[in-house]
């Protein structure tokens, strides 16, 4: 048996962080350079999501992101990090059929990219897929609010939990806490609803569009750092790599053109 003992954050890592009152950050990631460098930061929690479909892959949405396009990318933020916790996104169609489907995914996230954690979304509806992955030793993270698998039934990217829904994932929130999950992603609802949910549960809150009551916070990567073309209401941009990329480029193929690249520092005799 071995006894090397793991560096990475755990869930009572984060539980215990909660008690302590410490805010912490979370940081979607899709790729070993990226997540090396956010791991290397200090992020905690890496999340491989199936926002890739529409950060990556070209999709409009998420819907049609399946499980063998995440697996690869789950692994390969587990090979590039040794610090942060990785949790993988169960895609549409992955989980919801039954607590068996479920436990199939699971598996195969555990197994093929050794992630430490998962995360699916939906409310009392998935308890029992959520009580099947645990009682199978796999922790799970549940995601509430706008839920992006559910764009077309939600009628859209809208805000919610406003006036009486607040009611409804306030009892999902304690639903999933009932089930066992570790934290919940709380996704465009009001700010004073997610603090309060925040404050009602022992498990730590994750916001993305939910103000800065939860208890962490999470961005899409490319978000933060200024890629994405039109940046969401909830994000901030930290950095404007697409302009620094895009004139990179246009500087590299200028140098080509002129006969100014490669040089005899880029040669070899």
């Given amino acids: 048996m071995s006894n090397a003992k793991s560096s990475r954050t755990s869930i009572t890592d984060l539980a215990a962080k909660k008690v302590a009152g410490q805010k912490w950050a979370m940081l979607t990631c899709y790729e070993q350079m990226s997540a090396a460098i956010f791991d290397q930061a200090g992020i905690p ?3 491989v999501g199936d926002s890739a479909g529409n950060n990556f892959l070209g999709f409009e949405n998420t819907i049609p992101v399946t499980v063998d396009e995440l697996l690869p990318m789950a692994r390969a933020v587990v090979n590039a990090t040794s610090n942060a916790m990785v949790v993988a996104d169960f895609p ?7 607590p068996e489907q479920a436990l199939i995914t699971g598996v195969r996230f555990f197994k093929e990219a050794q992630v430490q954690a998962v995360k699916l979304e939906g409310g009392a509806k998935v308890v029992p897929q959520i009580q099947r992955l645990i009682a199978a030793g796999m922790p799970v993270m549940g995601h509430l609010g706008l839920t992006p698998q559910s764009v077309h039934a939600l009628g859209g990217f809208k805000v919610q939990g406003r006036g009486e829904d607040g009611e409804r994932i306030i009892d999902d929130a304690k639903a999933l806490a009932a089930a066992g999950v570790f934290a919940i992603v709380l996704e465009a609802v009001p700010a004073q609803l997610a603090a309060e949910i925040s404050k009602q549960l022992s498990i730590p809150i994750i916001g993305i569009g939910a103000g800065s009551g939860c ?6 990567w490319t ?4 890629i994405t073309q039109k940046l969401p209401k909830f994000a901030k941009a930290y950095r404007n790599l697409r302009k620094e990329m895009n004139d990179a480029a246009v500087e590299f193929a200028a140098d080509v053109a002129a006969g100014r690249f490669p040089t005899t520092e880029e040669s070899f005799t």
């Fill in 215 to 220: 208890d962490g916070q999470v961005l899409v």
């Fill in 223 to 226: 978000d933060l750092m200024g």
């Fill in 92 to 98: 549409f169609g992955s989980y919801e059929s039954s």
């Fill in 45 to 47: 929690v890496l999340l």
